[in-house]
């Protein structure tokens, strides 16, 4: 290789590198061929920083459109579930009174909805920062059972944790939130009389809380599906549910370094995991 | 108790296990190859030579019997026949020399042989005719033919003078014999028949040693070996102890051959030899070891199974060394025949290169070859037997869980190191060195210590001054000097008389510088007269000292005049003054020196010094001179003969021959610039014109003996460093071969994260210069440290030796060493590329 | 996007009697971002698709296309530097260079190709991977486990278009072996790294986004992505 063309190579390595790390400047303007270069590629450079820019207006608008939606929609909302309320409060018939439970329950389902949204959009834009610290495990697991404890008991199914003081990094609302959704699952899709168990395990790099249901469990086939959003499964349809619980949960998890998994097969009953970096 | 019958079964598994790793099979067995050639040719090359060297000693001394008995009577001959201890008994009967001139330049002794084995004893026995049988044969060696002109032809008359114990007499006889004569030999022998000994030397009654007068003619030499060579000089005392009691006066003079004395117990050759023969057995060693290590080290996991399937560790070493066995049985046959095979090589090309005539004698005879042969073998056999000891542990011991983990390269390295190191082929090469640091460390000692040797040789051979050895023996180009001028006589000691001076200055392109010399006396007076009289006080007690110091006490002592030209000044090294030629021809002054032999070993006293005046008396003349320069005489041009107490007074010629109405000098420097030979022909012919007692020596002879001194040093040198090298590259080769065999696995992983073909040959190549970039400094190191302590020291006594610093031998090795050491992981690196990146990966 | 494209991909070992059919015909893509398991028993021929797939071995017949290049048109110089800079390898025994620290093991081949280390972006890697306290040790004195999620960090520094992962947890315990497919998984999906991973356990696959099965050389289910 001529020594020239070493130079030139060097000053192209150079150009490439500074650009990727977005400080690329042009050197000289003169009437070599490597200084025209450079201004296309300063100019390619300036194109790219604009069109994600762009992206970037494009997302905030979005976010913003989200909050006004939720905001807006807030209101309404709860006045219709008061109204509903005031309604289920009026001496009505027996066939009214079926459509306004009827009204207030889809009422609820869609507040449930909207909020899911909200929460997972402002995860997804990073409005909400996930802010891991070193927590114990046996917490948050007590108040997610606390929460789901009054659902269990309506189908009389036991709740059964071998309890472990673990510490691990994790956000302790939003992951609180996340074992929920899967203790709800479990319940939800588990036959009365049954047993939910929640083991803690841990690793040199990983906490490990899993959670075993006796239900019907999920077709290998539709397990790598199952965390996608507003997917549910093909034996659940008569269940209520919007299929957003599982989506939001691997969003909480994978957000802070973790990952879930599920193991299944139809009637074998299921076990999700949630792994949390320690 | 009653075995469970498995040793078949192993024995099963241990050939079966063979069959599955031919590679490596190979690998070892060629290492154990290496081993055994090493050993078989240093064990012939070795006995080679010292056969040689006792054959060319024997030949010097003339006879290859262990010891002798000299000057006996033929009763001591039975006595000796007679003792249990002895054998191969030869006997000759001494007569007397022949004193013909044409045989001045050697030594021709006429004996009697006792038979034809007495001849074979001292090499004369005639290879052309007989030993002589009637009283006019004689059989004669073709040296003492060439010096007579006589041709080699049986039936030629030979006139001899023969000085018979101070007689001579005058014989005519025929040649009944000859053989190829040996220069090398101190006397030529020359046979004569018992005829002629019993008339004219006939064995007298008495014995030589209770006699009176000293006659050697009809006695006895006997001559005998013992059953072994082993403590000669002890054995001969015995000997004597036993056939003659305690009647020590009676005991005849032995002779021990010193072409056995090497085996006279020295503490000093002995240590030598046995860390020479370690050094060797290491290097053996270490190159089976590491081979053998490896080799274990990849089945390690099929030991562990092995141990999970119910071997137990016993079984498992009984394979081991199974499996050793079967590569020695390969091994060690193949290399005792190429060992054998090379040594002759090297031998006959060391031999020829050297120059050396008698190459038969340095070769190892058939008898002994066989023995040396099975001892290498068994050397080699127990080298791998204690090498494999330790590979042999370890598969022994091997738990089954540890043996899947088996990591084959132990890392020695433990301190953390810095994590920002940048890594490029040459630092992944730098840590792989000091990963096993034993290794390197042998590797890197090996090629240095031969390297240092070869240094070590190098400036030896450079600092042998040729001048400086020569100029002991002879100054200017060649000398001329009486036959005999060690004898005191006067005529002889300065010989060369101004007749002869003249005609050899007649010859044309050669200059002749005499050096007079007169016996005369100094007559001490004041300062050093005082001295003397000191000298004598602190000698007093010495019988002989004392008697030639009071004379100079009294009056005056020996002094030794010499008269020389300014040429020959220029040879003198003053000690004190300087020597001005021009101050020296106005004959005022003198160079003088003062020699005194006493027992305290300090024999140079210069009672004169540089402005002193020295009183010289020559014959009936009386001269004062200046003391211009304290010197020595160099030793050729003296008349080598020394008073007890003299002074040497060198004056110029012109004064020395107004000195003395006898001038003569004792000899004759002759320079010349004569290249053809000619002028050499001329003189050697004027000195071996009938009559002539002078004898011609020219610098040539010196030089031959010279190159001879320089022939033994190369031989011995040469040899040594050679199979030092030898070791060294082996171990070398060894130390990269199997760094690459035992990381294929890991050179494959390499490779497939990505380090190129080229990238993995440039680090071992990186690898193996570090070793020897390593070994260069050491080299460097050790040989500069080496040669300006020991070899400077050692060869601070011999007088021939001039000491210069050089280290351009390993200058000149390390580049080679370099590409050496670029080429050879190449060619290994490309070996092992035969399998693919997968199949290296898998294996464990 | 295809990162990963196999076309009737044919390797055979032996000749005549001996012949035997490694991989027949093998179909298969993998996207951009997946953690994809080849599962199937020992000698089923997932090894070889792996070897493959890496380019440490050429097919008998048939294509492999990383990042829409036919790899084994390379000559085999060509094709390592190929793999230095488009492929991670995990191996199943750790396969570390036991003479450099680890640190020096992880930028190993992104300085073998004479390239300035990302220190942000590993520094990242071993954070995640929890090497940090251990960069300037050396091999043997790790565990299996920290070998293996060196071997990984190794496998990431050099931002390559696939890992490829050869039992990664053959040689390590059940609960070591679940720390390593985690961060495997972990790591893969932080920096969307494509990895393809063979394993012989179901469980250790289920790990996985997509499950290839391979049975006797043939690909008898997920050659095609989840769609």
């Not at chain 2, 000669?232 to 036993?242: D, N, P, W, Y």
């Not at chain 2, 890197?444 to 040789?457: C, D, E, F």
């Amino acid at each position: 290789m001529m020594f020239g063309d070493k130079k030139v190579l060097a000053r192209l390595d150079k150009m490439l590198e500074d650009g990727i790390n977005g400080t690329f400047e042009e050197s000289d303007y003169d009437e070599t061929q490597l200084s025209k270069l450079e201004s296309k590629w300063l100019r390619y450079l300036t194109s790219s920083k604009m069109s994600a820019q762009k992206t970037e207006q494009e997302r905030q608008k979005l976010k913003e459109l989200v909050s006004d939606i939720s905001h807006q929609t807030k209101t309404p909302l709860s006045n219709i579930l008061l109204y509903t309320q005031l309604l289920q409060e009026q001496p009505l018939d027996e066939q009214s009174l079926v459509l306004a439970d009827e009204i207030r329950a889809q009422a609820e389902k869609l507040e449930f909805l909207i909020q899911s949204l909200v929460k997972t959009s402002r995860l997804e834009t990073g409005t909400f920062q996930l802010a891991p610290s070193e927590n114990n495990v046996d917490d948050i697991i007590n108040s997610a059972l606390e929460q789901i404890a009054l659902k269990a008991e309506s189908k009389h199914i036991r709740l059964v944790y071998i309890r472990e003081n673990y510490m691990a990094k994790f956000d302790s609302k939003w992951t609180q939130e996340a074992i929920f959704n899967i203790l709800d699952n479990a319940v939800k899709y588990s036959p009365e009389q049954s047993t939910v168990t929640v083991i803690v395990q841990i690793f040199e790099m990983f906490a490990c809380i899993s959670v075993e249901d006796s239900g019907i469990g999920i077709a290998e086939d539709e397990l790598p599906h199952i965390f996608g959003r507003f997917y549910r499964g093909q034996n659940v349809r008569e269940q209520s549910g919007v299929g957003i619980g599982l989506y939001l949960s691997r969003q909480i998890v994978e957000g802070q370094g973790g990952y879930i998994v599920a193991e299944s097969g139809i009637g074998k009953g299921s076990v999700f995991k949630i792994f949390l970096p320690r | 108790m009653n075995k469970v019958k498995n040793k078949k079964a192993i024995r099963r598994l241990a050939f079966r296990e063979l069959k599955a790793d031919r590679r490596m099979n190979i690998v070892v067995v060629l290492s154990i190859m290496l081993t055994c050639i090493l050993f078989t040719a240093l064990t012939t090359i070795g006995g080679g030579m010292m056969n040689g060297m006792q054959q060319e000693t024997m030949r010097q001394v003339g006879g290859n019997r262990m010891a002798g008995i000299k000057l006996v009577l033929p009763e001591d001959y039975e006595k000796v026949k007679h003792d249990a201890a002895t054998k191969d008994l030869v006997y000759r009967i001494i007569i007397g020399n022949a004193v013909n001139t044409e045989l001045k330049n050697v030594k021709a002794e006429f004996n009697c042989a006792g038979d034809d084995d007495a001849a074979k004893a001292s090499f004369c026995y005639p290879s052309v005719g007989r030993l002589p049988e009637s009283i006019n044969e004689t059989a004669l060696s073709t040296v003492v033919l060439d010096e007579l002109q006589l041709p080699h032809e049986i039936g030629t008359p030979v006139h001899i003078s023969l000085d018979i114990d101070g007689v001579v007499t005058e014989h005519d006889l025929t040649l009944c014999g000859y053989w190829e004569g040996d220069k090398v030999a101190m006397a030529q022998m020359c046979w004569l028949s018992r005829a002629f000994a019993d008339k004219y030397a006939p064995t007298p009654s008495e014995s030589f040693y209770t006699r009176e007068h000293c006659t050697y003619a009809g006695y006895w030499q006997v001559d005998f070996n013992y059953f072994n060579s082993w403590n000669i000089t002890g054995k001969t005392g015995a000997l004597l102890s036993r056939l003659y009691g305690d009647n020590t006066s009676e005991y005849p003079d032995t002779g021990i051959n010193w072409a056995f004395s090497a085996s006279d117990v020295e503490p000093g050759s002995i240590v030598g030899a046995i860390v020479i023969l370690l050094v060797i057995f290491a290097a053996g060693y270490l190159i089976i070891y590491n081979i053998f290590h490896i080799n274990i080290s990849s089945n390690i996991r099929s030991y562990g199974l092995l141990k999970t399937i119910g071997t137990t560790a016993k079984q498992i070493r009984h394979m081991v060394r199974v499996r050793a066995a079967v590569y020695s049985a390969f091994g060690i046959p193949f290399g005792i025949v190429i060992g054998v095979l090379l040594s002759r090589l090297m031998m006959s090309s060391i031999v020829n290169i050297l120059n050396i005539h008698s190459a038969e004698s340095y070769s190892v005879s058939a008898e002994l070859l066989v023995p040396m042969c099975l001892i290498s073998a068994a050397f080699t056999f127990v080298t791998v037997m204690i090498s494999c000891r330790k590979p042999c542990k370890i598969a022994g011991s091997v738990s089954p869980i540890e043996a899947l983990r088996y990591n084959e390269t132990d890392i020695n390295i433990k301190k953390d190191r810095k994590k920002t190191n940048k890594v490029t082929t040459f630092s992944i090469a730098l840590s792989n060195m000091s990963r096993s640091r034993k290794k390197t460390v042998v590797v890197v000692l090996s090629l240095t210590l031969s390297l240092v040797l070869v240094n070590t040789l190098f400036t030896v051979l450079k600092g042998i001054d040729k001048d400086k050895y020569i100029r002991d023996s002879i100054v200017g180009d060649a000398m001329i000097r009486h036959t005999d001028n060690t004898n005191l006589m006067d005529d002889r000691i300065n010989g060369v008389t101004t007749e002869a001076i003249a005609d050899l200055q007649q010859i044309e392109g050669a200059e002749t510088h005499p050096i007079y010399f007169t016996y005369g006396g100094v007559c001490p007076e004041g300062e050093q007269l005082e001295q003397l009289k000191k000298l004598y006080e602190k000698y007093g007690s010495d019988e002989v000292l004392s008697a030639h110091l009071e004379g100079a006490v009294s009056g005056s002592y020996t002094a030794d005049v010499y008269g020389i030209d300014e040429d020959t000044a220029a040879y003198f090294e003053p000690v004190e003054g300087s020597i001005d030629a021009e101050k020296l021809k106005s004959g005022k002054y003198a160079i003088v020196h003062t020699y005194l032999w006493n027992a305290d070993g300090d024999s140079d006293v210069e009672i004169y010094h540089v402005g002193d005046t020295i009183k010289v008396e020559c014959g009936d003349k009386m001269r004062e001179y200046e003391v211009m320069a304290v010197s020595i005489i160099p030793y050729p041009l003296s008349t080598k003969v020394y008073s007890i107490l003299e002074t040497n007074v060198i004056v110029s010629a012109e004064e020395y021959l107004s000195l003395t109405d006898k001038p003569a000098a004792t000899c004759a420097m002759i320079s010349t610039s004569d290249e053809s030979g000619r002028v050499k022909e001329q003189l050697k012919a004027y000195c071996d014109r009938q009559g002539s007692p002078l004898v011609y020596t020219d610098k040539q002879t010196y030089l031959d003996e010279f190159n001879d001194l320089l022939v033994m040093v190369k031989l011995v040198g040469g040899t040594l460093s050679g199979i030092l090298a030898l070791i060294g590259i082996l171990n070398f080769i060894n130390a990269v071969v199997t760094g690459i065999l035992s990381r294929r696995r890991e050179l494959a992983m390499m490779n497939a994260v990505g380090m190129t073909g080229g990238q993995l040959k440039k680090m071992l190549m990186w690898e193996s210069v570090h070793y020897a970039v390593l070994t260069a400094v050491c080299a460097a190191a050790v040989g500069a440290l080496l040669s300006r302590t020991a070899v400077r020291s050692a060869t601070g006594d011999m007088f021939f030796f001039s000491y210069h610093f050089t280290l351009l031998p390993i200058m000149v090795c390390v580049p080679v060493l370099i590409l050496l050491s670029a080429v050879i992981p190449s060619v290994a690196y490309r070996a092992i590329c035969n399998e693919s990146v997968v199949e290296r990966l898998r294996e464990n | 996007m295809e990162v990963l494209k196999t076309e009737e991909l044919t390797k055979i070992y032996g000749k005549e009697q001996n012949k035997v059919t490694a991989l027949d015909n093998a179909n298969l893509v993998v996207k951009q971002g997946e953690f994809a398991a080849i599962v199937g028993t020992s000698g089923s021929g997932k090894s070889t698709l792996l070897h493959m797939l890496g380019g440490l071995d050429r097919p008998t017949s048939g294509k492999v296309y990383v990042e829409n290049k036919d790899i084994f048109s390379l000559k085999d110089e060509a094709l390592t530097i190929f793999r230095r800079r488009k492929i991670g390898f995990v191996f199943q025994s750790f396969n570390l260079v036991p003479t450099l620290n680890v640190y020096e093991n992880i930028v190993f081949p992104i300085q073998l190709d004479g390239n300035n280390v990302d220190e942000k972006f590993v520094g990242e890697v071993i954070d995640i991977l929890g090497l940090s306290d251990m960069q300037s040790r050396l091999p043997n004195q790790l565990s299996g486990g920290q070998q293996q999620r060196v071997a990984i960090a190794r496998a990431l520094a050099a931002k390559p278009a696939i890992v490829l992962a050869d039992e990664p947890t053959g040689n390590l315990d059940s609960k070591t072996s679940q720390d390593v497919l985690s961060l495997l998984k972990v790591t893969g999906q932080k920096f969307g790294q494509t990895i393809v991973m063979i394993t012989h356990n179901e469980a250790i696959a289920q790990m996985a986004d997509r499950i290839i099965r391979i049975e006797d050389g043939h690909i008898v289910k997920g050659g095609e992505p989840n769609e």
